[in-house]
């Protein structure tokens, strides 16, 4: 499910922003993290180290529904050189386990792993 593309702007060495957005009681809620902190585990799921995220935690219990976007200014796209991706999945906290303590080696400081299982990825740029 992860094109070559995506995988680029995941591996290129100029981070670029992600942006997660859950949705909460009040509406939409956005936080932000960055490529380089992003793992594909060996299916295709993300691993992404959590620091803060308390409010998307919360909207995650109540509705694990989440979308994503990825870019990067630095990889061709379509037309021009940056491209971006939308990406909608399901997430879950994680505290434990082995995707918990790959991404804990890697980010001593994050409280939890946020896992993504993608349902589909569009390139939008």
Excluded: C
Excluded at 1 to 29: S, W, Y
Aim: no cysteine; charged share 25%; glycine share 8%.
């Amino acid at each position: 499910m992860l094109n070559e593309k995506l995988l680029e702007v995941l591996r290129h060495p100029a981070d670029g922003e992600v942006a997660i957005v859950t949705q909460g009681i009040d509406g939409p809620h956005v936080v932000n993290t960055w490529n380089s902190y992003i793992h594909v585990s060996q299916d295709d799921k993300l691993l992404i180290p959590v620091g803060g995220m308390n409010k998307t935690e919360e909207n995650i219990d109540r509705d694990n529904r989440v979308k994503l976007t990825i870019g990067s200014r630095e990889v061709q796209g379509k037309n021009y050189k940056g491209t971006g991706f939308l990406i909608i999945g399901t997430a879950q906290f994680l505290k434990n386990g082995p995707d918990f303590d790959l991404i804990s080696e890697k980010f001593p400081w994050s409280r939890a792993t946020l896992l993504i299982t993608i349902n589909s990825v569009e390139n939008t740029l």
